[in-house]
């Protein structure tokens, strides 16, 4: 905002002011030009927030409030289906503005996930007392990168439609799709993939390549599965 005007005796007076919101604060600035002198004043306005051992930096908490952990940085977090924050370097952000007595969805957007995270759980309703801080752990499951893993039996077919398994590693269970595919949430290079034939399981060793971009998804294979 600004604001400029002059007088008779051709005396400039003027105002501006501009201000930028972040996760972690309210930055504010302004200027006043008045009888020939000009004054400066900035402004700061945040939160340094704690519950237990968790301590966030973030925007001005007015009663209740929210600790999320998503376990990686730059993961954003949501309240009532808005982004609030981003997470720090800690995997933290701060959720500053619960309405107490009431049901608030915290919530993490799948699709803001890189392909290589998964979490156990994406949401959370929570209905925190006035004044009250709650902490929300997103616990990041098993790690790896998820994909979609084609897999053929001996004769380079591909496995059939409804098949079961499991990731050795980590014990996810899978279905087989169509075209013999696998999705799995947290693979790791050289992972094996057990799935239940008829009488005698047979096993998948997967091979990895590069890491995706964002927001594309690993195909990888056909593996022989025997």
Request: glycine fraction near 12%.
């Amino acid at each position: 905002r600004a604001d400029v005007a002059s007088d008779r005796n051709s005396a400039v007076k003027g105002y501006a002011s501009a201000g930028y919101t972040s996760t972690y604060a309210r930055l504010g600035a302004s200027t006043d030009i008045s009888n020939g002198r000009n004054w400066v004043s900035t402004e700061i306005e945040g939160s340094i927030a704690a519950i237990g051992t968790s301590v966030v930096l973030g925007r001005r908490v007015n009663d209740a409030f929210a600790i999320v952990n998503v376990g990686r940085a730059g993961i954003p977090v949501q309240h009532q289906n808005r982004v609030v924050g981003t997470s720090d370097f800690l995997g933290n952000v701060l959720v500053p503005s619960l309405t107490p007595y009431q049901t608030n969805t915290v919530s993490v957007d799948v699709n803001t996930l890189p392909t290589d995270m998964f979490l156990t759980k994406t949401d959370e309703r929570v209905v925190p007392a006035s004044g009250s801080g709650v902490k929300l752990n997103f616990a990041p499951g098993q790690s790896g990168r998820a994909a979609l893993v084609s897999l053929v039996d001996g004769a380079g077919a591909p496995l059939g439609v409804g098949l079961s398994g499991t990731v050795e590693r980590t014990g996810e269970a899978v279905i087989v799709g169509q075209d013999g595919q696998v999705w799995s949430t947290a693979l790791s290079d050289a992972d094996r993939i057990i799935i239940n034939l008829n009488e005698t399981p047979c096993a998948a060793t997967v091979q990895l390549g590069d890491a995706p971009k964002k927001g594309f998804i690993e195909t990888v294979g056909p593996f022989t599965c025997q």
